[in-house]
């Protein structure tokens, strides 16, 4: 099953890494040691995903998938892009791999480099964070 991004095959997957961040704040009182130090949990949760996957076919084929990839992150990003893949769980797909679920995400890092000897292959990275269009 195929991972795609906004309508875009992102290729063949090679690793996929979910993990959540809750935002604690660590508030350091003057004086005593880290033992004294408070936390505050006031800053919410982010969801980052993690994929490494692998583009093949012509040169113009490739660099066109790049060049749509690289357009998302364009320091504008007021919508969210549509994820769909197996490898996404939800509430609604835990347990089941049977059906791709989607989640709404932002580009916050895109990566990649080109196989040079045939220019064929490139090997994306992406970092998503999983969000609404806030």
Known sequence: MATILQ???IGKVQTW??????????????GLDS??????DMLGVLEFIDIS???T????????????LKGFADGNQNTSLNLASPYVITNTNAG????????????NN???SWDIPGMNRAVLQLQLIIGGST
Do not use: C, H, M
């Open 7 to 9: 309508g875009i095959d």
């Open 17 to 30: 890494r979910n993990s959540k961040q809750a935002n604690i704040l660590p508030i350091a009182i003057p």
């Open 35 to 40: 033992e004294a130090a408070e936390t505050v």
């Open 53 to 55: 996957s692998e583009i």
């Open 57 to 68: 076919g012509t040169f113009d084929y490739i660099q066109g998938i790049l060049f749509a």
């Open 96 to 107: 089941s791999f049977a059906t791709p679920e989607a989640v709404l995400v932002k580009v």
């Open 110 to 112: 895109i990566d990649y």
